[in-house]
């Protein structure tokens, strides 16, 4: 059974940064892993992926450039480095994972969920 649980969210202002992480309590090869995020009234939306091992990362064009996405196997954890920050950021962040080893956006593709954390971003 896989579990992934998020930390890192907050209060910030516009400009500033925060990190968040999520530990994958499952045998991470050959799984991608994403991050998503949810607006209140808004769908849940695609914002960054990486596979298990590296390398090539996706990104949505909201967030290309502003936001990094890494992962540490060695600690099972996920992270999403979010920098220059926006209003608009403001959402529940979830840390989701695909047994799947290939790339999607799609959240339907994706296995398993955290419970989510709360980044707030003011102006």
């Known amino acids: ?3 992934l ?7 910030v202002q516009a400009g500033g940064s925060l990190r968040l992480s ?3 309590s499952g ?11 949810q607006a209140p009234g ?6 960054a992926a990486i596979y298990w091992s ?3 990362a996706y990104y949505a064009d909201s967030v290309q450039g502003r936001f990094t996405i890494s992962r540490d196997n060695a600690k099972n954890t996920v ?14 962040y979830y840390c989701a994972s695909n047994v799947h080893a290939r790339y999607s956006s799609n959240l339907y593709d994706y296995d398993y969920w955290g419970q989510g954390t709360q980044v707030t ?3």
């Open 42 to 47: 808004k769908e849940r939306e695609f914002v």
């Open 27 to 37: 045998r991470t090869f050959s799984r991608y892993h994403g991050w998503f995020r």
């Open 54 to 56: 590296g390398g090539t």
């Open 5 to 11: 649980v998020e930390s890192g969210g907050g209060l």
């Open 22 to 24: 999520c530990v994958d």
């Open 1 to 3: 059974q896989v579990q």
């Open 79 to 92: 992270y999403l480095q979010m920098n220059s920050l926006k209003p608009e950021d403001t959402a529940i």
């Open 121 to 123: 971003v003011s102006s």
